[in-house]
């Protein structure tokens, strides 16, 4: 799909284009992590808990947190930018609250976007609820 395609689409089509990209991620197939919801401004990336994803106290290694903390960042700000623009990661912080060792999910909300910096706040939170991880994230835009 071209920029011009994707300028014209509505932004229900805009959130389905983006949900076959996210598929699309051989890591997160790996990971087994998955694009749960999009919003304006927002993503949650849901991941299940796998042991073979554990560190040395059988706890998800801060990798794997991180990675979707930064995922959840990332996509939130692609629902708010341009159609085609690219994205890279330019600085992440994470703080690590409590050890995760059971399905979780990372919400990103974008707090600001520019013309070539965005920044999402995000939080990784246990399916009921309680914060596992808290972290912002600085993102380049790209056309």
């Excluded at 920029?3 to 991620?25: C, R």
């Excluded at 749960?36 to 947190?65: D, F, H, R, W």
């Excluded at 330019?90 to 609250?97: P, S």
């Excluded at 707090?111 to 914060?131: C, N, P, Q, Y």
Aim: hydrophobic share 45%; glycine share 10%.
């Amino acid at each position: 799909m071209d920029f011009f395609e994707l300028i014209i689409m509505k932004q229900d089509n805009i959130y389905d284009y983006l949900y076959k990209k996210a598929e699309a991620i051989p890591v997160w197939q790996h990971l087994g992590a998955r694009l749960s919801k999009l919003s304006k401004g927002a993503a949650q990336v849901e991941l299940p808990y796998n042991t073979k994803l554990g560190n040395s106290m059988q706890a998800l290694q801060g990798g794997i947190t991180t990675a979707i903390a930064d995922a959840a960042g990332g996509w939130a700000l692609l629902t708010l930018a341009k159609p085609g623009i690219k994205i890279s990661t330019v600085e992440l912080k994470i703080n690590f609250l409590l050890p995760i060792r059971e399905d979780v999910v990372a919400e990103g909300k974008v707090e600001r976007l520019g013309s070539a910096i965005g920044t999402s706040s995000i939080k990784v939170k246990f399916m009921d609820g309680r914060t596992a991880a808290v972290g912002i994230g600085t993102y380049y835009l790209k056309d």
